[in-house]
């Protein structure tokens, strides 16, 4: 297997913007428009699903303020943020990444696509399961902070003296 590019812009350390303890900003060789730069956490991750929330939002944010550089300082009318996640959206490169592709209204770039209408079934099934799939999410996410709130109040009442607090009597007895 090819080693992952990513990992590699961070050992030969060329081509980054920015990094910090948990992601990187980079330039690479070859780019759709001048100014494209990628945003992709140090850790290798192949794709979102394996990505920890808060690199995520790290990662997401940086994307936001990238895409803000390009607006002033490249004078770009627009920008792109695609994440390809998984082969089947043409991800080339297995490390989890957000590409940042400035626009410009006639760069004769074109990433658009022809939607197609689907069958009222599909749509009904697609929705239905969808759904089902966040609300179960939704529940688990409920169960653990519900679980960290128990845990918290366990730990209070551990850390709350047995018996009559000698402070709150020494208070009672200033005049």
Sequence with gaps: MAPCEYCEIQERKEGIIFQDDDIVIAVKDKVITPGQMTVFPKEHFTILEQVPENIFVKCAVMANKVS???FECLGAQGTNLLVRNGLGAW???P???IEIIPRTEK???NLQWQGKPLAEDETETTLKVIKDQLE???KEETEKKEEKKKSTENTDEAAKPKGENYLLKSLKRIP
Excluded: E
């Design 68 to 70: 803000i550089a390009a």
């Design 95 to 97: 490390h989890f990444s």
């Design 136 to 138: 179960s999410f939704s």
């Design 91 to 93: 991800q080339n490169v």
């Design 107 to 109: 760069d004769n770039l």
